[in-house]
């Protein structure tokens, strides 16, 4: 079963970066489509962005465009969440998830397997 794990979260003050990794083992990650989500305190679970499984297309949420970028590394079987600029509203935990589907859904059941989560607090 593909077991995803999350890495790279932290505390931040506004403005900063960070740079978030989800990697897995026993399985190539070019094979899915990978998104990521982020759910704050008393909110619902949100999409960020994903990356189709060819890494040909992307899509963002529009309260993160222009700030987050997102991208495959195949050589090291990983997909990075680049976030920029962050902004207080950017605190939550965020996770990864793995579907089959060629493009990115828009419904997060389509989305089978998922890490654990990493903490990201932007903070001043």
């Known amino acids: 079963q593909l077991q995803l794990v999350e890495s790279g979260g932290g505390l931040v003050q506004p403005g900063g970066s960070l740079r978030l990794s989800c990697a897995s083992s026993?399985?190539?990650?070019?094979?899915?489509?990978i998104g990521w989500f982020r759910q704050a305190p008393g909110k619902e679970r949100e999409g960020v962005s994903c990356i189709s499984m060819s890494g040909g297309s992307t899509n963002f949420a529009d309260s993160v465009k222009g700030r987050f970028t997102i991208s495959r590394d195949s050589a090291k079987n990983t997909v990075h969440l680049q976030m920029n600029n962050l902004k207080t509203e950017d605190t939550a935990i965020y996770y990864c998830a793995a579907t089959r589907l060629i493009n990115c859904p828009n419904n997060q059941r389509y989305f089978g397997s998922w890490g654990q989560g990493t903490q990201v607090t932007v903070s001043s």
């Open positions: 026993g399985f190539t990650l070019d094979y899915y489509g």
